[in-house]
């Protein structure tokens, strides 16, 4: 888990090899069953399964989960997926929320590599 913040609101990214729908639905559950991360106001995540079906889940935060995929097709990683929680610190971010979205995939990928 690496965290980042912005104006109070702290960031984490998750991740770990799937191969399924079901798989990606468990790895998010077991995440989830740590308490901070059952408590983060999102718990974004996306993948591109190894037969190229992309999912993703916003998980409240509208258009991040895309942001998660674009980044996923870019550096062509499939079977794998990146979860970015975020804990809401009480100022909005605009914008610059899915910023730290690619920020935070950004260091997991950078940590893969």
């Not at 559950?29 to 991360?37: D, S, T, V």
């Not at 674009?70 to 499939?78: H, N, V």
């Not at 929680?85 to 100022?91: A, D, E, P």
């Not at 899915?98 to 893969?112: E, G, P, S």
Request: proline share 3%.
């Amino acid at each position: 888990m690496n965290a980042l913040t912005d104006r109070g609101s702290k960031y984490a990214v998750s991740g770990g090899p799937v191969t399924t729908q079901d798989d990606a639905k468990a790895f998010v559950k077991q995440l989830c069953r740590n308490k901070k991360f059952a408590k983060a106001t999102h718990n974004t995540w996306a993948v591109i399964l190894p037969d190229g079906t992309p999912i993703k889940n916003d998980d409240g935060e509208s258009g991040a989960g895309i942001v998660i995929l674009r980044m996923l097709d870019r550096e062509d990683l499939t079977g794998h997926i990146i979860v970015v929680t975020r804990w809401f610190g009480g100022t909005k971010l605009g914008g610059d929320r899915f910023r730290r979205v690619q920020d935070a995939v950004r260091v997991y990928l950078d940590d893969l590599a």
